[in-house]
């Protein structure tokens, strides 16, 4: 498989984004897909995911009321729409999915779904600037 991501950019606080991600060879059954995202000097975190099966999305308290991810019908592409960005989300972005349970983020949290994603985009940089 694989998360062919576009693209990042610059955008000034307050501002919105959104990026898109086609994912290729998506597992048949369960599975999660959603963004992770990388700052400068600090470890990937799981930023919001949804689960196949159920729809049910997971994110960070950090991003809530301002990030959202949706999907298209065939479930294929999926996006993430940012509003009300702020420096703190200055990363890169990184589509991932794997074939992961439900339920699995209710008993390990999003930390631990982040590492048991297997399949990674490149990753695009999102800069909030003024």
């Known amino acids: 498989g694989a998360a062919r991501g576009v693209w990042g950019g610059l955008v000034e606080p307050g501002g919105s984004l959104s990026l898109s991600c086609a994912a290729v060879g998506l597992p048949p059954n369960s599975y999660y897909i959603g963004w992770v995202r990388q700052a400068p000097g600090k470890e990937r975190e799981g930023v919001i995911v949804i689960q196949h099966n159920d729809g049910q999305t997971y994110y960070l308290d950090s991003v809530a009321g301002r990030f959202t991810i949706f999907r298209d019908n065939a479930g294929n592409l999926v996006y993430l729409h940012m509003k009300n960005v702020k420096p703190e989300d200055t990363a890169v972005y990184y589509c991932?999915?794997?074939?992961?349970?439900?339920?699995?983020?209710?008993?390990?949290?999003?930390?631990?779904?982040?590492?048991?994603?297997?399949?990674w985009g490149k990753g695009t940089l999102v800069t909030v600037s003024s």
């Open positions: 991932a999915f794997g074939a992961i349970r439900m339920g699995y983020v209710d008993d390990f949290g999003l930390e631990g779904l982040r590492k048991a994603m297997t399949t």
